[in-house]
């Protein structure tokens, strides 16, 4: 292992935010030539649509799904399993993780799969613009003074860590960096702060990577959290080179990224599961992923949808589909009469394996303990808006 691992990740960053990905509006020279010197993985997915889910598989190694403690998002006791944080203490390395303040509040809790809590460096910067998950009466524009400052406060707390020392570095930057005012509108910002570590650490020490993507109005869905589509849990990752291989075109999973980083491995996968929620959650959704199929489960409807990856990469067609209604037409139309797919007999063959896998996984709570976690979290809410009696 080299003494310095930088894990640099930047959250909601969908493939189709960088160049190396497809993108043809940002210019990301630092990213693109690590991406050239590196790993690329052209196929690697996300364990959960939503950022604690995604970030405790990411650092545990294990799906949502294996968590026996979670059944519905709420505070989770630390280190359920060992995860990189444990692994990197073991092995003589100070950690460290930067991210912005807000996480504490609305992540931490959520996660704690951070080793030695007390063995770790936490660094809380002010540097998220905002989330994208409120909505605001001013409209945001951007501001090259707020820009600065968020610079400043990330290169300064970079120049804080003695890199003399192995150290293991998690940097989680916010859905949109302060200085910016939409998400994929700072892929340049985050391109100038790779190449900062570039030159603190070296390329040899960078894996960049995220929690997961968002929708950006695929399917008139501007979000992310509530799906399993492809703009959502299908991530980048580059890495430093492993093994003389310069692109991965098979399935990985960012479960298996505690491999990657402290032994370079690479792990390939049959298929790979993303979720939304815990099992115990009335609108959880399931994916199953092959190299060519992908499943989905609805809870809350117990509707199923399969989409031909290979065919149509947008999942416009649910194979499942019999017809829909059209609003042009005032009536309802049949997908065969009107929509050209020549491989349903596949299609439908591999379907039996699909679902097999999700039973398999699947399990369900009382209906009763699901409506408690319903009345809690509304609760929860409404708290916030009592006044404390003395």
């Avoid at 390329?203 to 695929?218: L, P, V």
């Amino acid at each position: 292992m080299n003494n310095i691992i930088f894990l640099l990740t930047k959250d909601c960053m969908a493939c189709e935010s960088l160049p190396v990905y497809g993108n043809k509006y940002w210019n990301t020279p630092n990213i693109d030539e690590l991406a050239a010197k590196g790993t690329v993985f052209y196929k690697h997915y996300t364990a959960g649509a939503s950022t604690a889910m995604a970030l405790s598989a990411m650092l545990s190694g294990h799906y949502p799904y294996e968590f026996k403690n979670r059944k519905i998002y709420i505070k989770v006791e630390p280190s359920e399993y060992p995860s990189v944080f444990d692994d990197m203490q073991k092995k003589g390395y100070e950690c460290h993780l930067i991210w912005d303040a807000f996480w504490m509040e609305t992540a931490w809790k959520f996660i704690r799969e951070f080793g030695d809590e007390r063995k770790t460096t936490i660094h809380n910067l002010s540097i998220a613009q905002h989330t994208g998950h409120n909505t605001r009466e001013n409209h945001i524009t951007r501001n090259n003074e707020f820009l600065e400052k968020t610079y400043k406060q990330i290169y300064e707390t970079l120049e804080s860590i003695d890199l003399g020392k192995k150290q293991f570095i998690w940097m989680h930057l916010p859905h949109i960096l302060k200085g910016r005012k939409s998400w994929m509108d700072d892929m340049d910002v985050f391109d100038n702060i790779v190449g900062y570590v570039r030159r603190l650490v070296g390329d040899d020490n960078i894996f960049i990577s995220t929690d997961h993507g968002h929708m950006n109005m695929h399917k008139g869905i501007a979000g992310y959290g509530f799906h399993v589509y492809e703009p959502i849990v299908h991530i980048p990752l580059i890495t430093p080179r492993i093994d003389g291989i310069s692109e991965v075109n098979d399935l990985t999973c960012n479960i298996d990224l505690p491999k990657l980083l402290t032994e370079r491995k690479i792990i390939k996968r049959k298929y790979a599961i993303a979720e939304t929620t815990y099992y115990a959650q009335p609108k959880r959704k399931l994916a199953v992923i092959t190299e060519r199929f992908k499943y989905i489960y609805n809870k809350s409807d117990k509707s199923e949808e399969l989409y031909d990856l290979k065919w149509d990469p947008e999942e416009n067609y649910n194979i499942l589909k019999y017809d829909y209604y059209d609003k042009d037409r005032k009536k309802r139309i049949v997908y065969e009469e009107l929509y050209f797919y020549p491989y349903k007999d596949e299609a439908l063959k591999e379907l039996p394996r699909l679902r097999q896998i999700k039973n398999e996984i699947w399990r369900d709570a009382p209906k009763w303990y699901e409506w408690y976690g319903i009345v809690r979290k509304k609760l929860a809410f409404l708290k916030k808006f009592i006044p404390n009696r003395i």
